[in-house]
T-cell receptor, first 109, second 115 residues
């Protein structure tokens, strides 16, 4: 399985942007980069995914390095509701998602 | 918005007992999954299910586990003889189709406590 490396935890202030990094140096050419998050006491939920180009949706942006060995999830204005564990996952067909430890994001008011 | 539902929200059982965890996936989805999360640990893939068959399973999914889609709506995970280490949150997920135009949708989980 392609592996990802994320910081264990990060802190942000409310209303400020947050950049959550993920390293995936062994990514294969067919792997998509998926981001999910898990709010406290809830199941994981999809955030965003991409292959090569940067992606934007209503929740976040995904910036992918040109060599695809790293990516960054960008929350443009963190809210208290964004406090969660964020998971970066590599998968080529969205089938068996293998979660790592993720990054626990704390948002301070 | 359609959602995956799971019942019960919390199940307490005695070691050695059988438990069945139930999930109702999103109605037009074709792929179904079970994951578990031991308290304080990462989410672990257990099994994927498509066309009434297991398509993939992890090393955790041993002979004590089984899955079934007994009718057109429910998807169940059975643990035949529970152990203390089976205590965890169990999440069901469903997906409309493989590929990256769709995403997995997760249920809220069932907390299983084995005493």
């Amino acid at each position: 399985d392609a592996k990802t490396t994320q910081p264990n935890s990060m802190e942000s202030n409310e209303e400020e942007p947050v950049h959550l990094p993920c390293n995936h140096s062994t990514i294969s050419g067919t792997d998509y980069i998926h981001w999910y998050r898990q709010l406290p006491s809830q199941g994981p939920e999809y955030v965003i995914h991409g292959l090569t180009s940067n992606v934007n949706n209503r929740m976040a942006s995904l910036a992918i390095a040109e060599d695809r060995k790293s990516s960054t999830l960008i929350l443009h204005r963190a809210t208290l509701r964004d406090a969660a564990v964020y998971y970066c996952i590599l998968d080529y067909n969205n089938n068996d998602m293998r979660f790592g430890a993720g990054t626990r994001l704390t948002v301070k008011p | 918005e359609p959602e995956v539902t799971q019942t019960p929200s919390h199940q307490v059982t005695q070691m050695g007992q059988e438990v069945i965890l139930r999930c109702v996936p999103i109605s037009n989805h074709l792929y179904f999954y079970w994951y578990r999360q031991i308290l304080g640990q990462k989410v672990e893939f257990l099994v994927s299910f498509y066309n009434n068959e297991i398509s993939e399973k992890s090393e955790i999914f041993d002979d004590q586990f089984s899955v079934e889609r007994p009718d057109g709506s429910n998807f169940t995970l059975k643990i035949r003889s529970t152990k203390l280490e089976d205590s965890a949150m169990y999440f069901c997920a469903s997906l409309y189709r493989l590929g990256v135009t769709d995403t997995q949708y997760f249920g809220p989980g069932t907390r299983l406590t084995v005493l």
